[in-house]
């Protein structure tokens, strides 16, 4: 197990930044602090560095990149996302993070449902991957089942596309999306697969944040929304999905015809999805 050094110049360094972005007293160059601190980074004066960004859950974060950036600095992701799962999960429940990056949403979760729950967390992307495993075993998480895949709706092989390290959380298995000009071959399978593979037999609540293929992802989960009827909470970008030639109404009208009903969450362009009762 990974265990964060008592102190390190990185340590009082990024604790120096986000002090400086908390208080910071012009009405102007609010985001001074995190530039210097991502420069520092790619110089190598600044290291990734453990945060308890909630209690007794740890993640390894690089100030350069975006999502982690935004943890280190100010404790939280997409306030919205994050309260609809602390607000929606209880204890026992099965939460599945497709796109999981490197496990925000994922402790988060595990933090709610606890030991009786179950968390299944899926991702492509190797590099996002072995930060998720670090830290859920930092936090000493029992209850995360991983999956190193894409989904979508067949077994093919995918190409995924990996974006630079200012955003990693933008992979996309369209070329469109990305712009490191970096691409890793994954295997893909249907989330429904995933599911029984890991012996789901129920599921509470499901995030589906995929950079443009998520129409994909939900036809590749017919029997969840069948038959579990879990809510679904997914990101719908128009720039994002038109890559994959599809738009919101399709996702919309793939949903209704599962008896679903989609309204806005805010907050980077995602929308929650409820299941309408018999």
Known sequence: MRSAP???????????IRLATRVWPLPFGQGLPAHLGAFATRIGVLGSEWYEFRPGLWMQLNVQDLVQQTILL???????????????????DVFVDVGAHVGYFTLLA?????????????????????????????S?????????????????????????ESNSSMASLSSEN?????????????????????????????????EGAEFSVLRGMSRLLREMRPVVVLEMEPRLLGSFGTTRDSIVALLAGHDYRVAPLGGH?????????A
């Open 269 to 277: 362009s995602n929308y929650v999805c409820h299941p309408d009762c």
């Open 74 to 92: 100010e404790g939280i992701w997409d306030p919205a996302l994050t309260s609809l799962i602390e607000s929606t999960l209880k204890p026992g």
């Open 178 to 210: 990305a712009t490191s000009g970096v691409a890793v071959d994954v295997s893909c399978t249907p989330l429904d697969d995933v599911c029984l593979e890991r012996g789901l037999e129920r599921v509470s609540l499901v995030k589906i944040d995929v």
């Open 140 to 164: 000493r998480l029992q209850n995360v089942l991983i999956a190193h895949t894409a989904c979508g709706d067949s077994r093919d092989p995918v190409r995924l596309y990996l974006h630079t």
């Open 6 to 16: 008592a102190i390190s110049l990185s340590r009082i360094a990024l604790a120096s």
């Open 110 to 138: 595990a933090s709610r449902v606890g030991p009786a729950g179950r968390i299944l967390s899926i991702e492509p992307n190797p590099v996002a991957l072995d930060l998720l495993r670090h830290n859920v075993e930092r």
